[in-house]
């Protein structure tokens, strides 16, 4: 079935493919990954994990799969004391995915995606979903791309900038990645079982990223990524079915 990129394809094309397609948007962020990684890299990881997953799938899939650009902003105030942060409140997301339901609607698309790639955007994605499937003629499906990665009892994925993103984005582009210092007794950050825990204090603590980035090596990167995008290309062909 067909793949295409929203940007790169006209209007008339989209108006035949919409009605029957699903339609991926990566939702990112753009802010502080310690003083080691790019500041893209939440939107960055999104958008090839979900490219690269419609690139595994499309022939097998019964509906045409259309990836929408990257919404390189997230809900990431928390970053904003670390500097590098370009921060959408809350409030503005979960209305930005609205809009973008809304627009979808409109165009006749019936199938949305929503491949998450950052922590603080969770919550407001499974808000917007909810929302956007009972004020519009949208099924809407959201998942965080890092649920799919299966490392039985590993607590550091997806971490903040450890060595997960890490590797990941040394397999993107080693360029993303800056020296790394060794951390081999990195700060604990505020835990209570079973509880969501968020402090300003335990970001400071830690300086804003967590575990071992400098574990990370490009090999591991590769075939985390490779994992990732074969999971969430598995997970499009069943929402092909669903939504």
Known sequence: MTYVRWQHTNRGTLGELLPE???????GATEQHGPHLATGT????????????????????????VLAPPLPFGASDHHLPFGGTLSLSPETLLAVLLDLARSLEVDGAR????????GGNTGVCHAAAAAASTRYAVNVAHVDYWSLFSREGDTSVPGHA???????MLAQDEGFVAERKERADPPAGDVVDDVALHTAESWRRIDGFTDRPELADTAT???????????????????????
């Open 162 to 168: 450890g060595q997960f993103e890490t590797a990941l």
């Open 21 to 27: 397609a699903i339609v991926v948007v990566p939702v």
């Open 111 to 118: 199938r949305l995606v929503l491949v998450n790639g950052h």
């Open 221 to 243: 990167g590769r075939r985390w990524f490779d994992q990732l995008a074969a999971a969430l290309g598995d997970r499009l062909l069943q929402l092909a079915e669903v939504l």
């Open 42 to 65: 939440d939107w960055i990881l999104a958008e090839a994990v979900s490219a690269a997953a419609a690139d595994l799938v499309h022939e097998r899939s019964p509906r045409p799969i």
